[in-house]
C-alpha cells in the first residue's frame, strides 16, 4: 500500500500477444499496463516460502524491438 493506505495491486496479464505487469490503484480502479509496449513478459513467478517474511520475483521476458534483448530480473521484498 502507498502512504495514505491505499490498495494496490500488481498482476501479470496475458490476452493475446500483449503480456504485460499491469497496476490497479483504489483512486484509478483500472488495471493499467505499467510495462513498455515493447517490452514482453515471457514469465512472472512469485515464491513465498513457508514461516518466512519475504517474498522472491521472477521476471524473465525480451525487448521486442530491432535488437531484440532478452533479460531476466529476480528480486526479493522482505516485510516489515
Known amino acids: ?11 501479470y496479464h496475458i490476452d493475446g500477444n500483449d503480456r ?3 497496476v490497479w490503484r483504489e483512486t484509478a480502479p483500472v488495471f493499467v499496463n505499467i510495462t513498455a509496449s515493447e517490452v ?6 512469485v515464491e513465498v516460502p513457508v514461516n518466512k517474511n ?3 520475483l521472477v521476471i524473465r521476458g525480451n525487448v521486442s524491438d530491432n ?3 532478452e533479460f531476466n530480473l529476480q528480486t ?4 516489515r
Request: proline share 3%; charged share 15%.
Open 67 to 69: 535488437t531484440n534483448t
Open 40 to 45: 514482453v513478459i515471457n514469465s512472472f513467478r
Open 76 to 79: 526479493t521484498i522482505y516485510g
Open 20 to 22: 504485460s505487469i499491469q
Open 54 to 56: 519475504r517474498v522472491l
Open 1 to 11: 500500500p502507498s502512504n495514505n493506505g491505499e490498495q494496490i495491486i500488481y498482476r
